[in-house]
Nanobody, 124 residues
Framework: QVQVAESGGGLVQAGGSLRLSCSTSRRTSSNNAMGWFRQNPGKAREFVSTISWNGGHILYADSVKGRFTISRDRAKNTIYLQINSLKPEDTAVYYC?????????????????WGQGTQVTVSS
């Protein structure tokens, strides 16, 4: 079992920035792709970004391209999501997940372990 823990959420004004972190409990997750997803109340959880095991393959949802940056530190079993130019529509619970394979995409069924989420609230 892999424990996944997100942190870094909070309340920020539109235009501000946040850096989310996601740590995992097992070193083997460093050989897996990891991703970020988000969910607003009443809406389905949606893909935000994914990064491959070595950082060589990265995908972003169109809605966050140019504003969000995903990165990882394999030695620390941690990935990050730098969020800039925040908009009210970015308000959501942000979830981190560990994929089954070394490279993954937007399909949530490809991710095995999930965190509890961290709330990001953007005020206008």
């Amino acid at each position: 079992q892999v424990q996944v823990a997100e942190s870094g959420g909070g309340l920020v004004q539109a235009g501000g920035s946040l850096r989310l972190s996601c740590s995992t409990s097992r070193r083997t997750s460093s050989n897996n792709a990891m991703g970020w997803f988000r969910q607003n109340p009443g809406k389905a959880r949606e893909f935000v970004s994914t990064i491959s095991w070595n950082g060589g393959h990265i995908l972003y949802a169109d809605s966050v391209k140019g504003r969000f940056t995903i990165s990882r530190d394999r030695a620390k079993n941690t990935i990050y999501l730098q969020i800039n130019s925040l908009k009210p529509e970015d308000t959501a619970v942000y979830y981190c997940a560990v994929a089954r394979g070394a490279v993954s995409g937007q399909d949530q069924s490809s991710y095995t372990y999930w965190g509890q989420g961290t709330q990001v609230t953007v005020s206008s």
